[in-house]
Every structure is written in structure tokens, then in C-alpha cells.
């Protein structure tokens, strides 16, 4: 995503410690939404059982998600794209329902495509076909942010909200990129194609080394999850172009990430998300806009928690006032104060990140299973005295995984039979704070 790197992260802050607090679609969106670890908001999973967009939901979390805040603080709000997987579902109101704190809502009824799908728009159903230039959803989120740009009051602040489906499957590029990228392969280091010796089970089950079969369906997804993000690329090109000739680029923060990682071939599982590795919670983020230097790149770890308290700090909100887990990185990007920093006395985040993950089976090619009822897990990372990685199974195992990634940092060996007994049980005590944490004391646990 060339144009990407150089519109936003040259331009602005590339943060190469950016995690997700779980990554698995809706529990990740809910935390980017509230600004809460999964077990504080109560998103386990993509379904309804899970908490995806449920009634449950609907009434509690999304009552106090960052949308809401900023509407009160008279911005004008926009939101186009995939919303939570079970939007729009008869059990969470249909189409009919918009959750609070949008002006203008565009969202996908359900998960990802590209084209055949339905939208609320502001509440009204509308169904789409497989007509590019009328409804590829990539281009069509676009297309109405540039006219909500052009119709809104030039005298109130503005959010937008943009979630392409790329690259999500089914992978479905834009015509004219269909053929790019044919000779592009999964990159075979690492962890590529390794055993998952002294993993949990579902490492220790797939065929090593993976068969032809494998091979060719995770070479082939990555090449079309490729092309599909030519378009999200089109898309940062057309954004930047229209802010600047509207006299309003220098004025705004642009961030771009994802809500989890991914694999292709690492450990011989083919293609999915939702491992406690990091080729899954690793996502990217950039930022641009006032008072960032660019091309800069900064170590400090950040968390998809940390994104909700980051736009209310830019909107000049008092941070006490909400109750939130992650805690504003703002002040790490800007090199003066240009707004209000309402957490410019505290210490910035002690190196730390909670995954946990209650999740559904789902099987890919040659029957490898990539997930499981009992691929539950919890892990504290670290980057500051000790590059550690340290997750605990909720499973008959109780299987405990532990990695030095500046020695491995692929994480290869799980060297928990190897590690100082004091570090472990440090490590332990301090994933039973994380898991009971809520708002302050989130940010207050040490090691």
C-alpha cells in the first residue's frame, strides 16, 4: 500500500508496537468502539450467544462508545462499511436500528463482501447488486464520504469512520486489479510452514510440512487479499486529495489500522486470525495531522483500547469523564500541545497487552482446524525489561505458552519449562490483575 505509507505513515507516525486486544473481528471492533478489553464490554465472538451486537450490547457498551462522546461534543459524524458481524440481524433490530452517536450511517448488514449486500443507510434498507461502478462496497464508502465532506457545516468539527471489507474473504478485487500481484507468494520465513511443537493442541494438529493443497489456497488468498487492498489504497489517495482541496488536510488527523492480524502458512495453519502469535495480534497503525512530525516511527506499544480515548483527547474531552480501559497516546505523537491533553500527567503504558479469546471451530483445506471451542486464552505481553510474551489456556491442558521474542522472535520455542519460576508466577499475578481490570486500574498494573 504504497500510497498509504506515504500519505499517512511518511507523513505523520508509524507505530511499530501496535497490537489488538483480541483478534477476532467483533470482540476487536467492540474494544475500538469503547475503549475496553473484551471482558470488561462483553464481546466473546462473532455471534449473538457471543455478545456481537446484541441487545445486550445495544443497551450497556455502545451506550458510552466513543461516537456517543463525540456528538456531545458537537461533531458531525459519519460511518460507512462493515460495522459488527451481526448488524443488522432481526435479533438485533434489523436495518431499522443505528447505534447512537452517528449523523449519517452507512453500514453493512452482516460480515464482508463486496458486492450482493444490503446497507442501513440511516436506518432504511438498500440493497446492492454486483455492478462496479454502482456498488463495490470499497468504492462506494468512499464515494459518500467525499459528498459528507462536501455537505457538512464548515463550522463544527467532523469524524469519520471508514471499514472497507478488503481484505477480508471473499476477496473480491476491483476489475482492474484482478490480475496484479500473479506471481506473489506467502513470504516462506519465520514461523512459515514450521512445526507447533510444545503448542497448544490446535498447533500440535496440522499436517507438517502442509500439503500442495495448502500451499496453493493460502498463496492464492494472499495474492487476492493483496489486489483487494489496491482499492483501500485508491481510497487513502482520494481522501487526502479532497481534505487538501478542501483547505482542511492540515486541520485533521487521519489514522489508518485493522482490528487483527493474520496468518498464511505460519505453524502449517493456512489462513485465518485468532492466535495468540504474533502475526495475529501485531496490526498496523499510522497517523497523521497536526502537530506530528513526519516519518517517524515510534516504539511505544499502543492498543486498539487506546484508539477511542485518543479521538476523544483530540476532540478536547475531559478523559475523567469516561470510563474507558486505554488511555490517550496523543501526547507520544504531537510535538506540541495543539489541544487539551487530559493525560498528559500520567506515565505512559508500562509495556503491557491482555489478549483473550473465547471462540468457534472453524476448518480450512486438508481439514485443519484453525480455531476450537476450547482455543481460549489470556496472555500478557511485554516490551520494556523483558520481551516476553506469557498466555494461559482455559482448557483440561491448562496449557501455559512462553516466549522471549528478542531471542525468538518468531516465537518458535516455548520455553515455559525453561524461565525463572519468579518471573513466571510475576507474569501470572499480573495476567490476574489484567483479567479483572476496568478503566484506571487498567493502567495502573505493573509488573
Not at 465532506?149 to 464548515?154: A, F, K, M, V
Not at 510440512?209 to 493483496?226: E, G, H, I, Q, V
Not at 487530559?342 to 503504558?349: D, E, G, L, T
Amino acid at each position: 500500500m504504497k500510497k498509504t505509507k506515504a500519505l499517512i505513515g511518511d507523513a505523520g507516525a508509524t507505530f511499530s508496537n501496535a497490537f489488538t486486544a483480541t483478534p477476532l473481528c467483533c470482540p476487536s471492533r467492540s474494544s475500538i468502539l469503547t475503549g475496553q478489553y473484551p471482558h470488561n464490554h462483553s464481546v466473546r465472538n462473532n455471534s449473538l450467544d457471543g455478545n456481537c451486537s446484541s441487545p445486550l450490547w445495544q443497551k450497556g457498551p455502545e451506550t458510552t462508545a466513543f461516537p456517543v462522546y463525540l456528538s456531545k461534543q458537537h461533531y458531525q459524524t459519519f460511518y460507512a462499511g462493515k460495522y459488527l458481524n451481526q448488524y443488522g440481524k432481526k435479533e438485533t433490530g434489523n436495518v431499522g436500528y443505528v447505534p447512537p452517536g452517528w449523523d449519517q450511517w452507512h453500514a453493512l448488514m452482516g460480515n464482508s463482501q463486496y458486492y450482493n449486500y444490503t446497507l442501513s443507510v440511516n436506518g432504511k434498507e438498500e440493497q446492492h447488486g454486483d455492478n462496479y461502478e454502482k456498488d463495490y462496497l470499497t468504492d462506494l464508502i468512499l464515494n459518500r464520504s467525499l459528498h459528507f465532506l462536501d455537505d457538512r457545516s464548515p463550522q463544527r468539527p467532523f469524524f469519520i469512520m471508514l471499514s472497507p471489507p478488503a481484505p477480508h474473504s471473499p476477496w473480491t478485487a476491483a476489475p482492474q486489479y484482478e490480475k496484479n500481484f500473479t506471481d506473489v507468494k506467502a513470504p516462506r520465513d519465520g514461523s512459515f510452514d514450521k512445526p507447533g511443537k510444545d503448542k497448544h493442541w490446535l498447533l500440535r494438529q496440522p499436517s507438517n510440512p502442509m500439503p500442495s493443497t495448502s500451499l496453493n489456497f493460502l498463496d492464492n488468498a494472499y495474492r487476492k487479499r493483496w489486489q483487494t487492498l489496491l482499492s483501500v489504497d485508491d481510497m487513502v489517495e482520494a481522501l487526502v486529495k479532497k481534505l487538501e482541496g478542501l483547505k482542511e488536510l492540515n486541520n485533521t488527523y487521519i489514522f489508518y489500522t485493522s482490528d487483527n492480524g493474520y496468518h498464511t502458512g505460519q505453524f502449517s495453519l493456512p489462513i485465518d486470525k485468532r492466535q495468540l502469535y504474533d502475526f495475529d495480534i501485531r496490526i498496523p497503525l499510522m497517523v497523521r495531522g497536526p502537530g506530528i512530525k513526519p516519518q517517524q516511527t515510534l516504539l511505544a506499544p499502543v492498543l486498539n483500547i487506546d484508539l477511542a480515548p485518543t479521538f476523544l483527547d483530540i476532540s478536547g474531552l475531559n478523559l475523567s469523564f469516561v470510563n474507558m480501559d486505554g488511555q490517550s497516546f496523543l501526547s507520544q505523537m504531537v510535538i506540541e500541545a495543539i489541544v487539551p491533553l487530559k493525560c498528559s500527567s500520567m506515565s505512559w503504558r508500562n509495556a503491557k497487552c491482555l489478549s483473550c479469546c473465547s471462540l468457534l471451530q472453524q476448518c480450512f483445506p486438508d481439514c485443519v482446524c484453525e480455531d476450537a471451542y476450547n482455543n481460549t486464552y489470556a496472555c500478557v505481553r511485554t516490551l520494556a525489561e523483558h520481551n516476553l510474551q506469557y498466555c494461559e489456556f482455559a482448557d483440561t491442558e491448562s496449557f501455559v505458552e512462553v516466549y522471549n521474542l528478542t531471542s525468538d522472535p518468531h516465537q518458535l520455542e516455548n520455553i515455559v519449562k525453561k524461565v525463572d519460576p519468579t518471573l513466571l508466577q510475576a507474569m501470572n499475578q499480573r495476567l490476574i490483575k489484567l483479567q479483572s481490570c476496568e478503566g484506571d486500574s487498567c493502567r495502573a498494573t505493573k509488573i
